[in-house]
């Protein structure tokens, strides 16, 4: 979630340095980059996961690090966002959708040589459904009724009621198969049946995978990779311009254009889960009024943002929705950029002056220069934007726990993730009977069409209200080493899956 | 003894206040802990149960005493987000660094008083000029932008060595050392500019004494009488500096190990900040104080070696 603060005068600097740096590399020659590792990798990340085991923790940093790598789930989530066979090879649903009977891989050991059987996955669910269960996703688990092993291959889930997302929720990070062996101890040393077996954490520094040689699956390309954790951009160009790491999943976009230019590298763009939304405390004057809601929606000038923000690396959102999604639709002209129509709404609204508001702000590069944007966008209908900036855990007390804000600028990452507007006691403050209503049957339906259709009247609903300000989608951004394929473009769920990663020359 | 008796009993003073100043003040800060571990998607159940699982709940006053206690028995708790002891956190980073503030300040020495030296025994000359000059700038640059600038010549450009990282002193304690080179340069470098201009200040206060007339008086050269009366007088502010020096090198620390993405303290500091590992935050700093105020004790005591005035109470 937490990225970079970036500056203005730190990103002057930025340039300077990488202008600098480019000189310096002509001269040094591309000699130092022909020891090449032909089947070990080396991969930056900005942030070190506090524990390894993603079944007990919330962080991003972890999933990257171990999720489809250590970790496997029944199933899995491709780069595409489908799900795909995972430890269960397949599986069939009964006509009611209750039922799921998922037959396991055979001749699978998770790491530290223990056999895997429907007991692990038994074992796996009632952890994540417990009583004091501390599963950071626990609630999209709660329609399990009871997980029976059938025999050690075959395992059946029974569900409260249909769960149309419930194969992919169970392909996600929280939900990998952990054993009842080390379980206890995953948080430090990650025990899991993936492609790739935990060699060590160098707390501070880099965790090693090295390559599961008795992997049930497909054996991967790599036999090691070391993810090393750089938070500062200055440091990351420079560590990948010296060679000394291999790519990152996702670099600053303000240095993008030196290895856009640079044959030894390749940028890879494409999307995420991450909607960037100005949330809107809907519970408070004078954002109870859907006329000021829609003057502001009105007053957001998306593509100013997104040069602005991150160089137009990001495509614009017009409601709460991931436009690589198949249900997705282009709602970004409901209320179009218009000064004229946003100060005769706030006129029609009682405010013909304008109000102000205060705005709080995370500290990621994306949140404090779209701030400083917006105000300025907004000042010109005369809404006067006080910028606060918080820390993360003082964002999650104030504004999402205690709803003790005006406004603020996130991205939520989850993927589908629309039916938090369903929840009135959300930070969003948002009530409205009708969208949880159909929010409710979407989750029941499990055909394919019919859940299109409903998701895309939520996302209809939404951007009507103007809930929210819905400004962009968070673009996922990659530097590798040119000789380097198989990484994901787009990351629908978190990750840095290594199975495909290879060196080709 | 009395003057050591005094110093010791100042030392425990102190941390006791600096313990009950770190819990309090880290209490007031807002965030909790639980929702940062577990996030925006979990219940407030879940957060629930993690709070009293982290022994959140009891009043502070409680916590803080359970707290001063169970350090007194070595005992700095457990890690909130990493579920690690706090001891074993700490100590593992201190090998990376301990060895950087260490060499940080044997390079500053090493490079600061011959300078100021130089600079002294050459007084109002152009190479006094120069030297000062170098030392205003010195004393001007910013660490981080100073490591910047060396990891760009000498590891991107010419490729001596690492960008950054750190190789463990088991597994390659040459790497290890190479990892340390840059940062250790970078930090060093204001230390050795402040060290250049006290030194020189304080030898030119010094020949111009009594003392140095009398020893040339005896016989002695200028060369002579500065190098056996002059340096060991002129000791005394430059201890007090290096004594200094540590604290600023615990904070040049955490912004240089950023900069070469080190797993040391200051590193581990920061993460743990930003984190709400209140805990973790809380024994760093207090090992931090104890690392202060235990230079400064030493540096006292180190008064007393050079000055033996100080020895006895002034008598």
Excluded at chain 1, 461 to 485: C, H, K, M, P, S
Aim: hydrophobic fraction near 50%; glycine fraction near 8%.
């Amino acid at each position: 979630m937490p990225g970079e603060i970036g500056t203005v005068g730190e990103l002057f600097m930025l340039k300077v340095l990488t202008v600098l740096s480019l000189a310096l590399v002509m001269n040094a020659a591309l000699a130092g980059a022909a020891l090449a590792q032909q089947t070990q990798v080396r991969i930056a990340v900005a942030l070190e996961p506090p524990t390894l085991d993603p079944t007990a923790n919330a962080a991003e940093a972890v999933d990257i690090v171990v999720y489809q790598n250590v970790f496997e789930g029944l199933t899995r989530i491709d780069e595409n966002g489908t799900v795909q066979p995972g430890l269960a090879t397949e599986w069939t649903i009964s006509e009611d959708g209750l039922t799921y009977t998922f037959t396991l891989a055979e001749g699978v050991t998770f790491h530290d040589g223990s056999a895997f059987d429907a007991e692990d996955v038994t074992f796996a669910f009632e952890r994540i459904v417990a009583e004091d269960s501390l599963n950071a996703q626990k609630a999209l688990y709660e329609p399990i009724e009871s997980v029976t092993a059938v025999d050690p291959h075959t395992v059946e889930i029974t569900l409260k009621r249909p769960t149309g997302t419930f194969l992919f929720d169970i392909g996600r990070p929280d939900a990998v198969i952990v054993a009842p062996e080390s379980a206890e101890n995953n948080a430090r040393v990650p025990i899991g049946t993936g492609p790739f077996a935990f060699v060590q954490w160098d707390r501070g520094s880099r965790v090693i995978l090295e390559r599961n040689d008795v992997y049930w699956g497909e054996r991967p390309a790599l036999t090691r990779a070391t993810y090393l954790f750089i938070g500062d951009t200055a440091t990351l160009t420079n560590a990948l311009l010296a060679g000394d790491v291999d790519g990152t999943n996702n670099m600053a976009a303000e240095v993008l254009d030196v290895f856009a230019a640079d044959p030894r590298f390749k940028v890879l763009v494409g999307t995420t889960e991450g909607e960037v939304i100005l949330a809107t405390n809907n519970a408070r004057e004078p954002f109870d009024n859907p006329k000021v809601r829609q003057a502001m929606a009105h007053a957001i000038d998306r593509h100013a943002l997104i040069e602005g923000v991150t160089y137009g690396y990001s495509q614009p959102i017009g409601s709460h929705f991931a436009p690589h999604n198949p249900y997705y639709v282009d709602l970004t002209g409901t209320y179009p950029h218009d000064l004229d129509a946003a100060k005769a709404l706030l006129a029609e609204a009682g405010l013909p002056d304008g109000f102000s508001a205060t705005l709080k702000l995370p500290p990621v590069a994306y949140a404090r220069m779209s701030g400083q944007i917006l105000a300025s966008q907004f000042a010109e209908v005369g809404i006067e934007l006080e910028l606060i900036n918080v820390e993360w855990a003082q964002w999650l007390e104030d504004v999402f726990t205690n709803h003790d804000y005006d406004l603020s600028i996130v991205a939520h990452v989850e993927p589908f993730d629309i039916g938090i507007y369903a929840d009135p006691d959300y930070y969003f403050g948002y009530d409205n009977p009708e969208f949880a209503a159909l929010i409710e049957t979407l989750n029941a339906t499990t055909d394919d069409a019919e859940r299109k259709d409903l998701a895309i009247e939520a996302q209809r609903i939404l951007a009507e209200d103007a809930v929210n300000g819905y400004l962009f989608e968070l673009a996922q951004t990659g530097v590798w080493d040119a000789r380097l394929e198989g990484m994901w473009q787009n990351s629908p769920i978190e990750g840095v899956v290594l199975r495909d990663i290879r060196w080709v020359e | 003894m009395t003057f050591v008796l005094r110093r010791l009993l100042g030392f425990a003073a102190t941390l006791f206040v600096a313990a009950a100043v770190i819990f309090f003040l880290l209490d007031l800060l807002p965030g909790d802990p639980a929702r940062f571990i577990l996030g925006i998607n979990a219940s407030a159940e879940a957060v629930a149960n993690l709070r009293i699982q982290l022994g959140l709940e009891a009043p502070a006053w409680q916590r803080f005493f359970a707290w001063i206690g169970s350090m007194l028995i070595g005992d700095f708790g457990v890690s909130y987000t990493q579920g690690a002891p706090v001891a074993a956190l700490i100590g593992e980073r201190l090998w990376v660094s301990l060895p950087l503030a260490l060499f940080a300040m044997v390079l500053s020495a090493a490079v600061g008083l011959p300078i100021g030296i130089a600079a002294a025994r050459r007084r109002g000359s152009p190479i006094d000029t120069g030297l000062m000059v170098l030392a205003q700038l010195g004393v001007a640059i910013p660490n981080f932008w100073f490591g910047m600038l060396l990891t760009l010549v000498f590891a991107v450009g010419l490729r001596w060595l690492p960008t950054g990282g750190f190789t463990p002193w088991h597994e390659d304690p040459a790497a290890a050392l190479r990892a340390l080179m840059l940062p250790g340069i970078a930090l060093a470098l204001p230390q050795a500019a402040i060290l250049a201009r006290v030194m020189r200040t304080a030898l030119v206060e010094v020949t111009g004494q009594d003392f140095i007339r009398t020893a040339r008086a005896k016989g002695m050269t200028m060369s002579e009488a500065v190098w056996r009366h002059g340096v060991r007088n002129a000791f005394l502010p430059v201890l007090t500096i290096l004594g200094l020096q540590f604290a600023y090198l615990v904070a040049g620390v955490i912004i240089v190990e950023n900069v070469f993405y080190l797993p040391g303290l200051g590193r581990l500091i920061f993460t743990a900040i930003s984190e709400r590992d209140l805990i973790l935050v809380r024994g760093i700093t207090i090992v931090l104080v104890i690392g202060v105020t235990l230079t400064m004790l030493l540096t006292d005591l180190c008064y007393a070696l050079v000055d033996p005035r100080l020895r006895e109470g002034g008598s």
